[in-house]
């Protein structure tokens, strides 16, 4: 490549900020083209369930770089365009400005979009106060409805689901939690979790139902606002809003049209690489074969999103490094600060290190005597050693770690500390 050569990033989110300053920074000598569907400079996304709704964060704050940062690396920004289509044999894109932009590398960083209510059909799509969290706009949209004494039924009791019930009832909403699992949290934390955060929740004022999915949603007499959740058991609970925070689907639809690998994800290799050795992707968009842990994963998170984007720059920067990224994840309600790292699925065994009823507590999952995982409340310094541990396949005593007297380098052998 030289200086004639165009890197263009589709995607102007975590990852593709930081593909694009990252691939200057790792050497590539050309044109750097970063395209974003969004109006905004790239701006962090997990403070929209969280400052965005609980107090007055402004759009300013949550940028990722100022705008002299991409003009110092050499990044040009397109905003508020969408790639539409990807023609591979001939480089070239085609733009939602109806222009065409040639290519010598191509870098996918599209993310994902919230998953659609299921029972939303038909007018009830369109319904002004049903709402997703994925965009500055989607909280733009959302903030008038979210107003004191309103009547918020929250669906889905996951991360997302479960910061925005934090917020509303900090603003002094009237909030209602449907869970359709019988925990909050269940996909992603042992029952110890779900059951502490389901009473730091109620014991606030909010409402929570779980083993309860929702059927449908009724209109007012407009015909444009929703007015009740309807739940299978057949019960309706009245609503002034609704947010729905039921997952992501990835953005992977441009890539499949244009031939690539995509199994939910856009299919990659430790060096960020698509099948197409001239496309390399990054973020929540991509799946990936993690050797930590012997499958396949798709990750949803800000640090993930910026480790695979530096991975996609070296690669074009003609680096080979390569990524088995150790999966890890916040989530803050309230002042709870829950920091979670590797993936349990598998484990065997939970064990408990603090006091819960201090609100400072850590889950360990192993598998066996093998550390899977572990999330911690409150305690941060348990979570720093736990990344260590978790990414070291650690074997662990579990007396020692459920003993919060003795100190986590003690509760497992000195060789893998
Ligand atoms: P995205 O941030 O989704 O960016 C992709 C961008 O690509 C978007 O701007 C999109 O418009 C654009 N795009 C897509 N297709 C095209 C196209 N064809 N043309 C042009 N542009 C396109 N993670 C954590 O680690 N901790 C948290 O506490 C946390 N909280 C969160 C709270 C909320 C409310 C949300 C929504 C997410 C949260 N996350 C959190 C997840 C985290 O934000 C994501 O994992 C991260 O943003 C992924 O970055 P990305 O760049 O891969 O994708």
Not at 94 to 121: E, F, I, K, N, W
Not at 125 to 142: G, I, K, M, S
Not at 329 to 348: C, E, I, N, P, T
């Amino acid at each position: 490549m030289d200086k004639s050569s165009t890197l263009v990033v589709i995607g102007a989110g975590h990852a593709g900020s930081e593909l694009a300053c990252g691939a200057r920074e790792a050497g590539w000598p050309g044109r750097i083209v970063l395209i974003g569907e969004e109006p905004h400079l790239p701006y962090h996304r997990p403070p929209l369930s969280k400052a965005c709704l609980a107090g007055d964060t402004q759009a300013p704050e949550l940028l990722i770089r100022s705008a002299k940062a991409y003009e110092k690396a050499g990044v040009q920004m397109r905003l508020g365009i969408a790639v539409r289509a990807i023609d591979r044999a001939a480089r070239t894109l085609a733009l939602s400005d109806g222009s065409a932009l040639p290519y010598d590398r191509l870098a996918l960083a599209t993310g994902g979009r919230a998953r659609p209510l299921p029972c939303a059909q038909g007018a009830a799509a369109n319904a002004t106060n049903l709402h997703y969290l994925r965009t500055l706009q989607d909280v733009e949209r959302l903030k008038p409805d979210f107003l004191a004494g309103r009547r918020l039924v929250v669906v889905g009791g996951g991360y997302i689901g479960l910061e925005v019930a934090a917020s509303a009832i900090q603003r002094g909403l009237q909030v209602t939690v449907l869970e359709s699992e019988p925990r909050v949290l269940a996909r992603v934390t042992a029952p110890v979790m779900s059951d502490f955060y389901e009473t730091m929740h109620r014991t606030r004022g909010v409402r929570i139902r779980t083993g309860t999915s929702v059927q449908a949603l009724h209109l007012d007499a407009t015909g444009q606002r929703v007015s009740a959740v309807v739940c299978a058991d057949g019960e309706a609970i009245d609503a002034d809003l609704v947010v729905a925070g039921i997952g992501l689907l990835p953005n992977t639809e441009l890539a499949e049209a244009a031939g690539l690998a995509v199994d939910n994800g856009i299919l990659v290799d430790p060096q960020a690489r698509t099948n197409d050795p001239l496309i390399v992707a990054a973020g929540d968009c991509t799946r990936f074969h993690s050797a930590l842990y012997g499958r396949s994963l798709r990750l949803e998170s800000v640090p993930h999103a910026l480790e695979q984007a530096r991975i996609a720059a070296a690669t074009l920067g003609g680096q080979a490094r390569t990524h088995d990224p150790l999966p890890w994840f916040w989530s803050d309600q309230y002042d709870l600060k829950l920091k979670m790292v590797g993936l349990s699925a598998g484990h065997d065994q939970v064990v408990l290190r603090g006091d819960p009823g201090q609100s400072a507590f850590s889950a360990f999952y192993l598998q066996g005597r093998r550390l899977l995982a572990v999330d911690t409340v409150n305690r941060i310094p348990d979570f720093m050693q736990a990344k260590r541990l978790v990414a070291g396949r650690a074997e662990v005593n579990p007396e020692a770690l459920a003993d919060a007297s003795i100190p986590l380098t003690q509760a497992v052998p000195i060789a893998a500390v």
